[in-house]
């Protein structure tokens, strides 16, 4: 995509939960060509999110969302999706998450590759294993081919306004997190499109930082991942690859 987007075209859509020191280190590794809005979903932070974001947000093109409990991470990233329709008419959303670092290439990769022909969602890939320090993925040189596998990575991944349109939202009811993210890739396959991660896009993941270092939001999390799993199986006839169903059992007849 050689044109540049129109303002409000690109959102930027991320749901945080404390670890604000990572908040700190990925926002200036934000990079694009295209004009963005940057719209931050805090979700009940109690570590000093709440009055940095608040600074963030007298910055133009910046719009801090504070709810008072963690709303989760699918709906997180559905409200913030429809804010940015609502109030911008968004065509491309780029959803991160807070403790990963960008290559400077990475946003403007995505917007390419989710725009192709029957892709519906696009990820970067991580390089946390392949290089020595975090930082080291900002001045990585880029591969000459471009590889596209059928493996999205939701930790950092890019929507179309068509993917929307057509896929819909993420299900709710997984919640706070696990398996909306598979729900999401199956939904995809299901109506013949593709999730793809692409290894021209890069970025460092420091990995799942909200569990690791939040007891409280742990004990939750391990709790939902036993009933997300449950409800999946549920929904699909089956775990992520073993699903049966061509229509989730709430729509069947």
């Given at each position: 995509?050689e044109?540049?987007?129109?303002?409000?075209?690109?959102?930027?859509?991320?749901?945080?939960?404390?670890?604000?020191?990572?908040?700190?280190?990925?926002?200036?590794?934000?990079?694009?060509?295209?004009?963005?809005?940057?719209?931050?979903?805090?979700?009940?932070?109690?570590?000093?999110?709440?009055?940095?974001?608040?600074?963030?947000?007298?910055?133009?093109?910046?719009?801090?969302?504070?709810?008072?409990?963690?709303?989760?991470?699918?709906?997180?990233?559905?409200?913030?999706?429809?804010?940015?329709?609502?109030?911008?008419?968004?065509?491309f959303?780029?959803?991160?998450?807070?403790?990963?670092?960008?290559?400077?290439?990475?946003?403007?990769?995505?917007?390419?590759?989710?725009?192709?022909?029957?892709?519906?969602?696009?990820?970067?890939?991580?390089?946390a294993?392949?290089?020595?320090?975090?930082?080291?993925?900002?001045?990585?040189?880029?591969?000459?081919?471009?590889?596209?596998?059928?493996?999205?990575?939701?930790?950092?991944?890019?929507?179309?306004?068509e993917?929307?349109?057509?896929i819909?939202?993420?299900?709710?009811?997984?919640?706070?997190?696990?398996?909306?993210?598979?729900?999401?890739?199956?939904?995809?396959?299901?109506?013949?499109?593709?999730?793809?991660s692409?290894n021209?896009?890069?970025?460092?993941?420091?990995?799942?930082?909200?569990?690791?270092?939040?007891?409280?939001?742990?004990?939750?999390?391990?709790?939902?991942?036993?009933?997300?799993?449950?409800?999946?199986?549920?929904?699909?006839?089956?775990?992520?690859?073993?699903?049966?169903?061509?229509?989730?059992?709430?729509?069947?007849?």
């Amino acid at each position: 995509m050689e044109k540049i987007l129109k303002e409000g075209q690109l959102a930027i859509v991320m749901p945080v939960l404390d670890c604000l020191n990572y908040t700190k280190q990925f926002l200036p590794t934000i990079r694009t060509k295209h004009p963005y809005k940057l719209i931050i979903i805090n979700n009940g932070s109690t570590d000093g999110t709440a009055n940095f974001l608040d600074r963030l947000g007298k910055l133009e093109d910046v719009i801090i969302i504070h709810s008072k409990e963690n709303i989760g991470c699918g709906p997180g990233w559905n409200y913030g999706i429809k804010y940015a329709i609502e109030n911008f008419d968004s065509q491309f959303f780029f959803i991160p998450n807070n403790d990963i670092l960008l290559h400077p290439e990475a946003i403007d990769t995505l917007i390419d590759c989710v725009s192709l022909p029957g892709v519906a969602l696009a990820s970067a890939t991580d390089v946390a294993g392949q290089v020595v320090r975090a930082p080291d993925v900002l001045t990585l040189d880029l591969p000459k081919h471009g590889i596209l596998k059928e493996a999205p990575d939701f930790s950092c991944f890019m929507l179309s306004r068509e993917t929307i349109e057509e896929i819909g939202y993420f299900d709710e009811k997984f919640y706070p997190a696990y398996f909306e993210d598979n729900d999401y890739h199956y939904r995809i396959n299901l109506a013949g499109l593709k999730g793809v991660s692409t290894n021209k896009a890069l970025y460092f993941h420091y990995g799942s930082r909200t569990v690791k270092e939040g007891k409280e939001i742990k004990k939750t999390v391990n709790l939902a991942y036993l009933a997300n799993r449950d409800y999946y199986i549920r929904k699909w006839g089956g775990k992520p690859g073993d699903e049966a169903f061509a229509f989730s059992f709430d729509k069947q007849k």
